[in-house]
């Protein structure tokens, strides 16, 4: 009889109940995979929202590195030129220099030109203040001599 009961879907108590309780954890089982969707839906509306904050932060960091590799460049290019300037001027500082330094040699050997010639001027004249000293002492010498004689 079981058999033919169970052919028209017919069960027995405990067999039911047995039943109830497998539909029962079914259910609960089902509501917590409900749950478990719902929380995964709810973690990836937040992963999105979250990568699309960190999209956004990533753009406004690659804006802030182009605006400062431009601010760099920019400074590069001014520290540059300045230093072309700083050394525009400073060869023509050290040309001048130079231009002053060989005009200060061409008079310093026309100088030393001059003084060599005093010196050889000077020198002459010794030597006649010398001779006419000499032929001083020696006229008067003799003139001294003639006339206490």
Do not use: C
Not at 4 to 26: C, N, Q
């Amino acid at each position: 009889m079981k058999e033919a009961l169970r052919k028209l879907g017919i069960v027995g108590p405990r067999h039911y109940t047995h039943l109830l309780g497998r539909l029962r954890k079914a259910e609960a089982r089902a509501e917590k995979l409900a749950r478990d969707a719902s929380d995964a839906q709810q973690a990836l509306r937040d992963a999105k929202e979250e990568s699309a904050r960190h999209a956004h932060r990533v753009e406004k960091l690659k804006a802030d590195i182009d605006r400062l590799k431009a601010d760099f460049e920019r400074k590069y290019d001014e520290d540059r030129r300045g230093l072309a300037r700083m050394e525009q001027k400073r060869a023509a500082t050290v040309d001048g220099f130079a231009e002053r330094l060989a005009n200060a040699e061409r008079e310093l050997t026309g100088a030393r030109d001059v003084l060599m010639a005093i010196d050889v001027k000077l020198a002459i004249l010794e030597g006649a203040a010398n001779v006419l000293d000499a032929r001083t002492r020696a006229a008067g010498g003799a003139a001294a001599g003639g006339a206490g004689v």
